[in-house]
């Protein structure tokens, strides 16, 4: 892949096709559920391994202008989209304050990236393109100031959350990783209260992930939550929640729902 100041989308596409694998392609096909009617119905491999993706990414990070890389967000490739979300977390990364820098350092520019990612956030329409950005840069962002000193409007999440499509939904929550990381969990919560009744799979499972989460660093606070909502879970988001539980607790929340 050609280096330099810029690196070009055409570049980085042309690279991840030259490793394509039609074994790796048919796995992937499987486990993203691409069939009809699937939730990944028409999604297209080109069947790389994460860690190829990523080696891709390491290549190129911060070498990519925003434009390059919204072309690579609309390619009809999975891993090219993953490529790019995973250029985005690099750029987020980057345009964090330094030591014994102001909290404001670099804040223009992680507004302009998160005002981007959430302009193509629909790109990010898989669980593992959701998971593997979102957190790393919504959840970020809303950790650190605004140019003028201000904190994020944390109702971003609200907005996402109660989006028609559900990938922004997960998003909505998984982007809370950053937060509950911060032991913040107030976010967490709100938003699980919003998707508690979402009726796909995909946004049981984020919903739990996340309450299980809360509660490996608060046993107190996801005990409180259950206390109550576990009668109204989805029993997927519920097994997620209590799944580091020893036996006898897990018995105890499974028989409440």
């Known amino acids: 892949m050609p280096t330099g100041t810029h690196t070009k989308a055409e570049d980085i596409i042309d690279t991840m096709l030259a490793m394509e694998d039609e074994a790796q392609r048919q796995i992937l096909c499987r486990f993203f559920k691409t069939g009809k009617g699937e939730y990944g119905e028409g999604d297209r491999f080109i069947g790389l391994r994460v860690p190829q993706t990523r080696a891709v990414v390491k290549e190129a990070r911060l070498t990519v202008p925003l434009p390059e890389?919204?072309?690579l967000l609309y390619s009809q490739?999975?891993?090219v989209r993953l490529c790019a979300l995973l250029l985005l977390v690099e750029e987020m990364k980057a345009a964090l304050p330094r030591r014994n820098r102001p909290d404001t350092d670099g804040a223009e520019r992680r507004q302009e990236i998160t005002t981007f990612f959430l302009c193509h956030a629909g790109q990010a329409n898989n669980w593992d393109l959701v998971d593997l950005s979102c957190g790393y840069i919504l959840g970020t962002w809303l950790l650190h100031p605004l140019p003028n000193g201000s904190m994020p409007d944390r109702n971003v999440l609200d907005r996402l959350a109660h989006s028609d499509c559900m990938w922004k939904q997960r998003i909505a929550i998984v982007s809370t990783i950053a937060l509950i990381r911060e032991y913040q969990y107030g976010d967490t919560l709100r938003?699980?209260?919003i998707l508690l009744k979402h009726p796909h799979d995909l946004i049981h499972k984020a919903v739990g992930w996340m309450l299980r989460e809360v509660g490996k660093r608060d046993i107190e606070v996801l005990r409180e939550y259950l206390e109550g909502h576990a009668a109204d879970m989805a029993r997927t988001t519920l097994r997620?929640?209590?799944e580091r539980m020893d036996e006898t607790?897990?018995?105890y929340w499974l028989k409440a729902k």
């Open 240 to 242: 997620y929640s209590i």
């Open 249 to 251: 607790e897990r018995q």
């Open 77 to 79: 490739w999975h891993e």
């Open 191 to 193: 938003i699980a209260n």
């Open 69 to 71: 890389i919204e072309k």
